[in-house]
Structure formats: structure tokens, C-alpha cells
């Protein structure tokens, strides 16, 4: 893939100005539309423009990249280090994403990044974020789509997409109407419904092509009406935690809000978790509790419960869900039986959630195009030759933590290198 030249803070500034302005002039009939210019639709409009293609890209919002934009705190938690396909993905078919994101891997695009010059840094587990802010990835993109001859335009909405009796298909938006041998279907999910769109949902069911039930992954979880008003006090503690849902564990941070749970490890846990199940939380981690607690009660017999309590929790956390049912008392008078429901409520918490904050928070959509419709090779759909179908569309989600970006990158660049010339 060509180099562009780095980013200085008059490129930066050249290429934002672009996000809110028709940057890139329009054709009505290029080789390939691209509907969507989030994080796949500009990885494969790039990858594709640089085979020598025309193409179109259709974005509905007066934006590309929004969603690059407000991940990571703003700084773009762009890729992981640690990506395997076969841990950190979800499907019905788990061997789907496998080819992709072997031939599209994090260190190809952590190379672009650093031939943009743009700096960056590991977080935690493996997560690179951008040092300054994630307008220099769009900024990035932006900048190979204008060298590769992409063609980008603004609130183009799509009201629909019509397969051609001669072959191809034309794309008809609220400004006009669009025509190509094939289209890519990069509309994103059912998340962020403000910055995104469920037209690839819509479209392929019309079509009577398979779906997976779609739901809000990577999203807060919402208390129950008796829980609210209990721990409504603990909204805004944050502590270190391993957050159970099904046969996953996962141990990050924990946040109490006024509405629920959050936090990464209660994200993480939502993609398993289900209506009607419990969330098993372990609010000391490093320890197993019991033993913790008899320990403590051998070394300081004399010292209250709650004071022990509270060198290991927020004291705040402490008073409301524990001491709120437990008697405090000289350790030495805390009997074995207390000990043990103790143990039992700070290692093996039990929270019923009474749903999630659904769409308008998750990170991303679980579900979606059945993988049965689409070739792990080329991503065309196998019912309409010519439409293909990437990213958040398709039945594969990741962890929080940048492997879905990664996703991004990987099926958009895959499926623009099986993108026809005209013949």
C-alpha cells in the first residue's frame, strides 16, 4: 500500500476539515459503491481505490469515521496486540472471521499508523490507543482514500438498493440515485443508532437471507427497581473486580452508576449475559475471600469487621452492601457460619440485571448476516453476486478492547482485494 506522507498539524487540520465538508467529488457510476464510511467502509474504499477501482463512498451522516471519533475516550483504541480469532470473537460460526484476520493482522495496520507518524501507546491487555486524539486515524484514512482517488460523499442517505436484470445494481439515496456493478454493504450495526444505520439488517432480510437475532453487546447493565434504590449511593465508585456472565470471566474495572453497572468488565460480560441470568461479581480478585477473612480475623481479633472490610473496599461500597446485612462486630466475635455468607456475598456476588441500556450505549451489535450468506474469503454474498457485506453487518463481534476495529480493518481490506475490475 503506498505511503503518505505524515501527519503534521496542517494536514491533521486539512483532513478534519474534510469530515464536514463534500471533500471528494461524486460519480454516479464508479465500479463500486461503499455504503458506509465508518471504520470497514474507508478500509475497503482505500484498499480498493489503491487496485485501481473507482469508488464511491455513500456516507448517511455529515461525517465519516463518527464512530472512530468517539471511541476510546477520543483517543481510538484502533487495534489490540493480542488479537486471536478463536478467543476473542463471537458468532455461529466461529471459524468465520479466522481467515480475515489472518490475512489482515494488527501489525498491518499498526504499520499504517506509523507511517502516518501518528504516536501511540498500549494501554492495558494489549490495547493501543492513539497519545493525542483519533482524528489522525480518520485523518490517516481520509488521506489514503484522497491518494487511492475515492470519491466521498456526505448525508447520503439510502432508501434503496436494486438488484439490475442486466446485472449490477443501482443505490438510490435522498439526493439521487447511484449505479455500479457491485456494492459493499458497510452500514455498521444497530449500536449508536445516531451515527449508525440498520440498512445492511434490513436489506439482506428483505432479500429472505438468514440473521442472526441481533442484541446491544459491550453495554452497561441496568439494575432491577428494588436493587435501584439500594445501591442508587454507590454511582460513581469504580473497583477492580472479576465480572462473571455465563462461562466468561473477565477482570477489569467495575463502575456503579445511578442506572446499573458498567465498567470494561461488566461490558465485556454483557455480550454473554442473558435475560433472566445472573452476573456473578468477585470484589476481591486477589484473594480467595473466605481464607481473606479468616486471616484477618486470626491477625487482628480485636479490629471491627468494617475495618477490615474497608482496607480491602471502598468504604462506601463497604456500608451499603455489606454492613447493610451483616452486623459489624470485633472480628473475634464473628462467627464461622457469618464468615462464610460473608465470603459468599464479596467473592460470589449474585446481580439479577433487569436488562442492559441497550442500542443507545452499546459499543457494538451481537448478531446480525448469518456467515452462511457470506464467503470468509471474499465477503460476497452468496444469494447476490456483486453484494458484499463487511464489519458490524455481519454475525462476528469482539471483545471491548479494539478487536472489533480490528474486525473493521481486516474485512474491509479482505473483501476490496476480491473486488472485480470491469471487464
Known amino acids: 500500500m503506498?505511503?503518505?506522507?505524515?501527519?503534521?498539524?496542517?494536514?491533521?487540520?486539512?483532513?478534519?476539515?474534510?469530515?464536514?465538508?463534500?471533500?471528494?467529488?461524486?460519480?454516479?457510476?464508479?465500479?463500486?459503491?461503499?455504503?458506509?464510511?465508518?471504520?470497514?467502509?474507508?478500509?475497503?474504499?482505500?484498499?480498493?481505490?489503491?487496485?485501481?477501482?473507482?469508488?464511491?463512498?455513500?456516507?448517511?451522516?455529515?461525517?465519516?469515521?463518527?464512530?472512530?471519533?468517539?471511541?476510546?475516550?477520543?483517543?481510538?483504541?484502533?487495534?489490540?496486540?493480542?488479537?486471536?480469532?478463536?478467543?476473542?470473537?463471537?458468532?455461529?460460526?466461529?471459524?468465520?472471521?479466522?481467515?480475515?484476520?489472518?490475512?489482515?493482522?494488527?501489525?498491518?495496520?499498526?504499520?499504517?499508523?506509523?507511517?502516518?507518524?501518528?504516536?501511540?501507546?498500549?494501554?492495558?491487555?494489549?490495547?493501543?490507543?492513539?497519545?493525542?486524539?483519533?482524528?489522525?486515524?480518520?485523518?490517516?484514512?481520509?488521506?489514503?482514500?484522497?491518494?487511492?482517488?475515492?470519491?466521498?460523499?456526505?448525508?447520503?442517505?439510502?432508501?434503496?438498493?436494486?438488484?439490475?436484470?442486466?446485472?449490477?445494481?443501482?443505490?438510490?439515496?435522498?439526493?439521487?440515485?447511484?449505479?455500479?456493478?457491485?456494492?459493499?454493504?458497510?452500514?455498521?450495526?444497530?449500536?449508536?443508532?445516531?451515527?449508525?444505520?440498520?440498512?445492511?439488517?434490513?436489506?439482506?432480510?428483505?432479500?429472505?437471507?438468514?440473521?442472526?437475532?441481533?442484541r446491544a453487546a459491550l453495554v452497561p447493565l441496568t439494575w432491577r427497581a428494588e436493587d435501584r434504590a439500594r445501591f442508587d449511593a454507590l454511582s460513581g465508585i469504580s473497583v477492580d473486580a472479576m465480572v462473571s456472565a455465563g462461562d466468561a470471566h473477565f477482570r477489569e474495572n467495575l463502575l456503579f452508576t445511578h442506572r446499573g453497572l458498567s465498567g470494561p468488565a461488566v461490558l465485556q460480560a454483557s455480550s454473554f449475559w442473558r435475560e433472566g441470568e445472573a452476573v456473578k461479581i468477585n470484589l476481591l480478585p486477589d484473594y480467595e475471600a473466605l481464607a481473606w477473612l479468616r486471616d484477618g480475623q486470626q491477625r487482628f481479633p480485636r479490629q471491627q469487621l468494617s475495618t477490615l472490610l474497608k482496607s480491602a473496599l471502598p468504604a462506601r461500597l463497604v456500608e451499603v452492601l455489606v454492613m447493610a446485612d451483616f452486623s459489624d462486630a470485633q472480628l473475634a466475635n464473628v462467627s464461622g457460619e457469618t464468615l462464610g455468607r460473608l465470603a459468599e456475598r464479596l467473592g460470589a456476588w449474585c446481580v439479577y440485571p433487569h436488562g442492559t441500556e441497550g442500542y443507545r450505549t452499546a459499543e457494538v451489535t451481537l448478531g446480525g448476516l448469518a456467515t452462511s450468506e457470506v464467503s470468509s474469503k471474499t465477503f460476497e454474498l452468496k444469494r447476490l453476486p456483486g453484494l458484499y457485506a463487511i464489519g458490524e453487518a455481519l454475525d462476528v463481534t469482539g471483545w471491548l478492547g479494539g478487536y472489533n476495529f480490528q474486525w473493521a480493518w481486516a474485512s474491509g481490506w479482505c473483501c476490496a482485494q476480491h473486488l472485480r475490475h470491469p471487464s
Do not use: W
Not at 464508479?30 to 475497503?44: K, N, Q, R, W, Y
Not at 495496520?109 to 491487555?125: C, M, R, S, W
Not at 435522498?174 to 440498512?199: C, H, N, R, T, Y
Open 2 to 214: 503506498p505511503r503518505i506522507p505524515k501527519l503534521s498539524s496542517v494536514g491533521i487540520a486539512r483532513y478534519t476539515r474534510a469530515l464536514s465538508a463534500l471533500a471528494f467529488p461524486m460519480s454516479r457510476n464508479p465500479d463500486v459503491i461503499i455504503i458506509g464510511g465508518g471504520a470497514s467502509g474507508l478500509m475497503c474504499a482505500l484498499s480498493a481505490g489503491y487496485r485501481g477501482l473507482a469508488v464511491q463512498v455513500l456516507e448517511m451522516g455529515p461525517k465519516v469515521g463518527l464512530k472512530i471519533l468517539v471511541s476510546g475516550g477520543g483517543r481510538c483504541n484502533f487495534t489490540n496486540l493480542r488479537v486471536d480469532p478463536k478467543c476473542h470473537f463471537l458468532s455461529d460460526n466461529a471459524h468465520f472471521c479466522i481467515s480475515a484476520l489472518k490475512r489482515f493482522t494488527p501489525e498491518d495496520f499498526i504499520a499504517l499508523v506509523e507511517g502516518a507518524g501518528i504516536a501511540y501507546h498500549e494501554k492495558t491487555l494489549g490495547q493501543l490507543f492513539c497519545d493525542h486524539s483519533a482524528k489522525e486515524i480518520v485523518a490517516m484514512l481520509l488521506g489514503h482514500c484522497e491518494a487511492a482517488g475515492v470519491q466521498i460523499a456526505l448525508r447520503q442517505k439510502v432508501t434503496g438498493i436494486f438488484p439490475q436484470e442486466a446485472g449490477g445494481f443501482q443505490v438510490e439515496t435522498e439526493k439521487g440515485a447511484f449505479q455500479a456493478p457491485q456494492v459493499v454493504l458497510a452500514s455498521g450495526g444497530l449500536s449508536m443508532p445516531k451515527i449508525a444505520s440498520d440498512l445492511a439488517f434490513r436489506f439482506t432480510r428483505q432479500q429472505g437471507m438468514a440473521q442472526v437475532a441481533p
